[in-house]
T-cell receptor, first 114, second 111 residues
Framework: ETGVTQSPTHLIKTRGQQVTLRCSSQ?????VSWYQQALGQGPQFIFQ???????GRGNFPPRFSGLQFPNYSSELNVNALELDDSALYLC?????????????FGPGTRLTVT | DAKTTQPNSMESNEEEPVHLPCNHS???????IHWYRQLPSQGPEYVIH???SNVNNRMASLAIAEDRKSSTLILHRATLRDAAVYYC????????????FGSGTQLTVLP
């Protein structure tokens, strides 16, 4: 059972604004990863946190930042929004860092930048 | 990261088996083969994974070639609910830092 939730479901922002997206991982999962999915494409890895420390980052600029909290929640922050940031943002939690760990995805937050 | 190649789309009839192929000729000995699927308007969902041996779970079976350069996801009886994009992903054994999604295979199930 997935148990990963994200909020809000949908969000509309204006170019240049800042946004914070939230994720609640499955209890006991020490790893959270964030992905960006543009329309018609597969998800792209933004970054991963393991026990509140950043553990890896994809090809995204520094205006994409994150936090992971001890209560299994996490945040994705995006500053200076651009039109191309319009996408579905997904978080995924997993137990640890093993290659055979399953990642459990939330339903995503649909961000529209106008 | 090692790359995977999948057909863009496949069709199946309801209640028939479906075999979804994936080529990964540059796989390393420490890569797991994972399959995820994404139903419309939902986040991806884990399906199955394996390393060397064939694997079965309640959702599907994974058949891995002896040389590990290809694999096949098998849905034994397709239902309309199985219509989704299926992604074949290689994950390094030592560190599951990220899932690298390709374009996947769009499976259409016909009633």
């Amino acid at each position: 059972e997935t148990g990963v939730t994200q909020s809000p479901t949908h969000l509309i922002k204006t170019r240049g604004q800042q946004v914070t997206l939230r994720c609640s991982s499955q209890s006991g999962h020490n790893t959270v990863s964030w992905y960006q999915q543009a329309l018609g494409q597969g998800p792209q890895f933004i970054f991963q946190y393991y026990r509140e420390e950043e553990n890896g980052r994809g090809n995204f600029p520094p205006r994409f930042s994150g936090l992971q909290f001890p209560n299994y929640s996490s945040e994705l922050n995006v500053n200076a929004l651009e039109l191309d940031d319009s996408a579905l943002y997904l978080c995924a939690s997993s137990l640890g860092l093993a290659g055979n760990d399953e990642q459990y995805f939330g339903p995503g937050t649909r961000l529209t930048v106008t | 990261d090692a790359k995977t190649t999948q057909p863009n789309s496949m069709e199946s009839n309801e209640e028939e088996p479906v075999h979804l192929p994936c080529n990964h000729s540059t796989i390393s000995g420490t890569d797991y083969i994972h399959w995820y699927r994404q139903l419309p308007s939902q986040g991806p969902e884990y399906v199955i994974h394996g390393l060397t041996s064939n694997v079965n779970n309640r959702m599907a079976s994974l058949a891995i070639a002896e040389d590990r350069k290809s694999s096949t996801l098998i849905l034994h009886r397709a239902t309309l609910r199985d219509a989704a994009v299926y992604y074949c992903i290689l994950v390094l054994r030592g560190s599951a830092r990220q899932l690298t999604f390709g374009s996947g295979t769009q499976l259409t199930v016909l009633p």
